[in-house]
């Protein structure tokens, strides 16, 4: 069963550190992806937890929590390092909410590796921990980035040439992706089907583009 209260006082947390951003107050549109982005790692999260067995209200708050430090100015290596110092930002509140020092750590260790599989404090590699960072990565194929990457890349303005080139490299780049591990069945599964999802979409787009140029034999 989930504590509402807890996740409601997490969802307060972490919008009060948005607000006071002084990029995000420059760039609102940043801020609201960051946000959206967060609330779908945390539902995924909550998704492996039920699966797994994992405590739901630790897992979605050390989601919510994961990217935090996006309220900070990033230095040179600021991105890099965003899941170390969304950790240190993370551990005062999490202290606050009254949870005890094993699940604190063990949700700040998540919070740390999720970017680059790397903390500076000790600490256990977990399932529980681990799945931060699945959950993250799950969400880098949904739907919606889709749309967004395309969008990014200039793909409407490609030559047909470009395109095509430009499909079947990331084609090439999925098939690699399916077999990287996840902590947990839950995760391999949720994984597995949203990259058979984008290799779907891709693989269509592909037959697509080779039919708008000819008469195919």
């Given at each position: 069963?989930?504590?509402?209260?807890?996740?409601?006082?997490?969802?307060?947390?972490?919008?009060?550190?948005?607000?006071?951003?002084?990029?995000?107050?420059a760039?609102?549109?940043?801020?609201?992806?960051?946000?959206?982005?967060?609330?779908?790692?945390?539902?995924?999260?909550?998704?492996?937890?039920?699966?797994?067995?994992?405590?739901?209200?630790?897992?979605?708050?050390?989601?919510?929590?994961?990217?935090?430090?996006?309220?900070?100015?990033?230095?040179?290596?600021?991105?890099?390092?965003?899941?170390?110092?969304?950790?240190?930002i993370?551990?005062?509140?999490?202290?606050?909410?009254?949870?005890?020092?094993?699940?604190?750590?063990?949700i700040?260790?998540?919070?740390?590796?999720?970017?680059?599989?790397?903390?500076?404090?000790?600490?256990?590699?977990?399932?529980?921990?681990?799945?931060?960072?699945?959950?993250?990565?799950?969400?880098?194929?949904?739907?919606?980035?889709?749309?967004e990457?395309?969008?990014?890349?200039?793909?409407?303005?490609?030559?047909?040439?470009?395109?095509?080139?430009?499909?079947?490299?990331?084609?090439?780049?999925?098939?690699?992706?399916?077999?990287?591990?996840?902590?947990?069945?839950?995760?391999?599964?949720?994984?597995?089907?949203?990259?058979?999802?984008?290799?779907?979409?891709?693989?269509?787009?592909?037959?697509?583009?080779?039919?708008?140029?000819?008469?195919?034999?």
């Open positions: 069963m989930i504590d509402r209260e807890l996740i409601t006082k997490t969802e307060e947390f972490l919008k009060q550190k948005f607000d006071s951003g002084l990029y995000f107050a760039h609102p549109d940043a801020k609201a992806y960051r946000l959206e982005h967060t609330y779908r790692v945390a539902n995924i999260g909550r998704q492996i937890a039920l699966e797994e067995g994992f405590d739901e209200t630790e897992m979605v708050i050390a989601c919510l929590l994961h990217d935090v430090s996006y309220c900070e100015e990033f230095g040179e290596e600021g991105w890099m390092e965003h899941g170390r110092h969304s950790a240190k993370a551990r005062p509140f999490l202290q606050s909410l009254g949870l005890r020092d094993d699940r604190i750590e063990d700040c260790y998540g919070i740390a590796i999720h970017v680059d599989d790397e903390a500076d404090f000790p600490g256990e590699r977990t399932a529980f921990a681990m799945s931060v960072g699945d959950a993250d990565n799950i969400d880098r194929f949904d739907v919606y980035r889709i749309h990457i395309l969008t990014d890349d200039g793909f409407l303005g490609m030559s047909y040439e470009d395109k095509l080139k430009y499909v079947m490299e990331r084609l090439e780049r999925l098939h690699k992706f399916m077999d990287l591990p996840n902590a947990t069945k839950a995760a391999e599964k949720m994984w597995k089907s949203r990259l058979e999802f984008y290799i779907e979409f891709y693989e269509k787009l592909a037959d697509q583009l080779r039919c708008s140029k000819s008469i195919l034999d």
